[in-house]
């Protein structure tokens, strides 16, 4: 996954949000749809600000834009930014699970994009 799709993701989120209030407004006099439609845009509004942090993490930081966060792995990056994609990178062989020697070095208390966490993420930036 490259980081812009976080941002085009937002943009999708935000273009939905959009046509559900203007679907809200035209049916505004004959439904109840108060909750609902507030509870939705809550909720969409949570992954388009997601969707920006993750894009502005990796666009201010200078990650490489045709790199993908999920498989590549750069110490230097993480050490500047405390932030990686996974909780942890660990590789299985035989049944046994093991931290390969270039990740050992990951900062303590490093982000990750894979718990969602991004206000964590907003905080460090």
């Given amino acids: 996954m490259k980081y812009d799709e976080y941002l085009q993701c937002a943009r999708k989120h935000l273009r939905g949000c959009a046509s559900l209030l203007v679907t809200y407004e035209a ?14 845009l809550y909720y969409l509004a949570g992954y388009i600000i997601e969707g920006i942090t993750i894009y502005s993490a990796y666009k201010l930081n200078g990650w490489n834009s045709t790199d993908d966060i999920q498989k590549k792995y750069n110490l230097q990056f993480t050490k500047k930014t405390k932030l990686d994609f996974y909780v942890k990178r660990t590789k299985v062989k035989n049944g046994i699970e ?23 993420i907003v905080k460090n930036m």
């Fill in 98 to 120: 093991t931290i390969p020697s270039y990740f050992q070095h990951r900062p303590a208390g490093a982000l990750n994009v894979q718990q969602h966490k991004f206000q964590e």
């Fill in 27 to 40: 049916g505004k006099n004959t439904n109840n749809y108060d909750n609902i439609v507030w509870l939705e």
